[in-house]
C-alpha cells in the first residue's frame, strides 16, 4: 500500500488528503510502540511470548485451511495476514531481482528473427496508404477520454437493463468504431501517454511521463504552435497524470481538480479516499472553453465519473436500480457520460463547428467486476482483457467513413491515424503504432504492461502471451476459441511469440531513453523516405 500511495502521487499531495483522524490512525501504532517499550521487562516477555504463540497458530490455520476451494484465492485473501506479510517479505526484499534484470535474463541468447524495436537511427519506406482527400481548412481535435470504461459494458443489455450509452452506439455507426482495441497498460498514467505520443510506456512500474526530462512529442506538438490547445478534467492530475510530459511539450492550459473551483464529490470507501470535481459542471466549463476556443484548436477532457467508487448523480442519469452494488452505480455513471458525450456534439454542431471537428472518444483502459478473481475489481491487479479493452471510436463524416475493426487495435496506433487523416507528415518509424489508413497493415503484435507486474502480447491470430515478472511465470489464451479467458495454456506452445514479448521488452525502454536524449540534444527525427499514397474519396 505504502509503495503504491508514493508511487504516482507526490508527497506534498498525500499530505492535502490526510485529515486529522487519519493522523491519528497513523500515529497509533508508534503510540503502542511507545507503551509496550516503556513498560515493565516482566510484562515486554510475557507480550513477545503470546505473540509469537499466536502467530504460529494463525498461520498453522491458514496452512490447514488450503484446499481445492481456496487453491484460486490470491495469497493476500488466503493467508494469515502475519504468514502474508513473512512470505511477502520474503519473496520481494530477499529473493527479487528488478524486472528489468528478468527481463535481461530471459532475453538472452541468440536473438528471435522477429524484431519489434523501433530504431531511432533508421527510416525505412512508409506503406502504402488509402488516405482521405485533402481538406481545404485546418482540423480540430476534441479528444473524449473516459476513465476506467471497458468495451464490454457500453452497449450491455444483458441483464435487461438499458443500453448504457445509447448515444455512444449511434456515432459508433456513423465513424470508425474499433470494436477490438486495447490499452497499453492497465494503469491511466501509461495508458494515457501512449495515447498522446504513440509510444509504449517503460514495461516496469516508472512512468516515464513523470521523468523531469520527458520530451519526446505528443499529439499538440505534431499540430503546431497554432493550435489552441487545452486540458480538463474533474481530477486530481497528480494522481493519474503524466505531467512533467505534458508540461515539458508545451502544454500550458490544465484545468483539475487543482484549479477548478466546482463543487466537490468525495466519498470515504475502506479502498481510499476518493474525490474529485462534479463531473457535469466540469463538462459545463469544458463547453464553454470550445466556445471561446481558436481554430484549429485540441480540446481534451479527461473524464472520472466511471473511475471507483462510483459516484451517485441522482435519478436523471439511473438506468438501473441504486441497490447499493457496484455495477450498478458504474452502468448508470456510463450514462452520465454518455449524456455528456452529447452535450459536446451538440454544442459542437450548434457552433457550426462539429464538420470541421474531429470527435475521437476512448477509454484509457478497461474495469473489472470480479471477474477471474475475487480481488479482481477496478483496473490495476490483473491484465485480463476486462482490464485491457477500452472502446475507441473516431468520428469525422468527411475521414472516417462508416466502418468497423475486428482485429485487435491499440492505443499507440491512435496518434499515427490522426496524423493520416488531417495529412500531416511524420517520419514511419516516430511511433510504436501504425497508422490504420495503411493499405496493408504491418500489424505486429501488441503489447501491454501490467501494474501487478506482468507484460503481455496479442497476435494477429488472437493468440495472448502473458508473462509474470513477479511469478517468473508464463501462461497464454486462445482468445479465438476462450474468449472469456478461462482455459490458461501452456507457453511453451507459442515459443517464438514468447521470445518476441521478452526481446521487445528487453529493448525498449532503453530505446526510448534514447530517443528522448536525441530529441533534448536537438536532433530531431530521422528524415522520412517517400512514401506512396493513394487517395480516396
Known amino acids: 500500500m505504502i509503495k503504491e500511495t508514493f508511487s504516482d502521487i507526490s508527497f506534498i499531495e498525500t499530505l492535502k ?15 503502542l510502540f511507545w507503551l509496550v517499550l516503556q513498560s515493565p521487562l516482566s510484562l515486554r516477555i510475557w507480550m513477545a511470548r503470546v505473540s509469537i504463540v499466536l502467530v504460529i497458530f494463525l498461520s498453522s490455520l491458514s496452512i490447514l485451511a488450503v484446499d481445492d476451494r481456496t487453491k484460486n484465492v490470491p495469497d493476500e485473501v488466503r493467508l494469515n495476514p502475519a504468514l502474508f506479510l513473512l512470505s511477502d517479505a520474503a519473496e520481494n526484499v530477499f529473493f527479487k531481482h528488478s524486472s528489468e534484470d528478468r527481463i535481461s535474463n530471459i532475453a538472452k541468447g541468440n536473438k528471435s528473427d522477429i524484431q519489434f524495436s523501433r530504431p531511432i537511427e533508421s527510416s525505412p519506406m512508409e506503406p502504402a496508404k488509402f488516405l482521405p482527400a485533402q481538406s481545404n481548412h485546418p482540423w480540430n481535435i ?15 443489455t444483458g441483464n435487461g437493463n438499458p443500453m448504457p450509452m445509447p448515444f455512444l452506439y449511434k456515432i459508433s455507426k456513423e465513424g470508425w468504431y474499433l470494436k477490438k482495441h486495447y490499452t497499453t497498460s492497465n494503469v491511466s498514467t501509461k495508458a494515457i501517454f501512449s495515447l498522446f505520443s504513440g509510444l509504449y510506456d517503460f514495461f516496469n512500474r516508472e512512468t516515464f511521463g513523470t521523468r523531469p526530462d520527458a520530451e519526446v512529442p505528443a499529439i499538440y506538438n505534431w499540430l503546431g504552435e497554432g493550435t489552441d490547445s487545452f486540458l480538463v478534467t474533474p481530477s486530481s492530475i497528480s494522481w493519474y497524470f503524466q505531467t512533467k510530459f505534458v508540461k515539458n511539450n508545451g502544454l500550458r492550459e490544465i484545468h483539475s481538480y487543482e484549479n477548478l473551483k466546482f463543487k466537490i464529490k468525495e466519498e470515504f470507501h475502506s479502498l481510499g479516499h476518493y474525490i474529485a470535481r462534479d463531473e457535469i459542471q466540469t463538462v459545463d466549463f469544458f463547453i464553454q472553453r470550445l466556445s471561446k476556443a481558436r481554430e484549429p484548436f485540441l480540446g481534451i477532457y479527461i473524464s472520472f465519473a466511471a473511475h471507483f467508487p462510483y459516484f451517485d448523480y441522482g435519478e436523471d442519469y439511473r438506468i438501473m436500480e441504486d441497490d447499493g452494488r457496484l455495477i450498478s452505480r458504474y452502468y448508470n455513471n456510463l450514462n452520465l457520460l454518455d449524456h455528456m458525450i452529447k452535450r459536446i456534439y451538440d454544442h ?54 462508416p466502418k468497423v475493426f475486428r482485429f485487435p487495435t491499440n492505443h ?29 497493415l504491418r500489424r505486429k503484435p501488441i503489447f501491454f504492461y501490467g501494474h501487478e507486474e506482468s507484460i503481455s502480447s496479442l497476435d494477429t491470430r488472437l493468440i495472448k502471451v502473458q508473462y509474470s515478472l513477479k511469478k517468473n511465470r508464463c501462461w497464454a489464451f486462445d482468445l479465438k476459441l476462450d474468449p472469456d479467458e478461462k482455459n490458461p495454456l501452456d507457453c511453451s506452445s507459442y515459443p517464438l511469440q514468447l521470445k518476441a514479448l521478452h526481446n521487445f521488452v528487453s529493448d525498449h525502454d532503453s530505446s526510448l531513453l534514447k530517443y528522448n536524449a536525441n530529441l533534448r540534444e536537438k536532433k530531431g527525427f530521422p528524415e522520412p523516405q517517400a512514401s506512396v499514397v493513394k487517395e480516396v474519396d
Open 142 to 156: 476534441v479528444f473524449f477520454i473516459m476513465e476506467s470504461v471497458g468495451t464490454r459494458y457500453i452497449f450491455d
Open 17 to 31: 488528503l490526510i485529515e486529522i483522524r487519519d493522523y491519528l490512525f497513523l500515529l497509533f501504532p508508534f503510540t
Open 348 to 401: 459542437l454542431q450548434e457552433k457550426g463547428l462539429l464538420e470541421r471537428t474531429i470527435l475521437v472518444i476512448m477509454g484509457d483502459h478497461g474495469q473489472a467486476f470480479g471477474q477471474h478473481h475475487p480481488n479482481n475489481f477496478m483496473h490495476y491487479r490483473y491484465s485480463y482483457n476486462e482490464n485491457l479493452e477500452t472502446p475507441a471510436i473516431l468520428c469525422q463524416p468527411a475521414l472516417f467513413k
Open 412 to 440: 499507440v496506433d491512435i496518434l499515427p491515424t490522426l496524423l493520416d487523416a488531417m495529412r500531416i507528415s511524420y517520419p514511419p518509424m516516430a511511433f510504436d503504432g501504425e497508422s490504420l489508413f495503411s493499405q496493408k
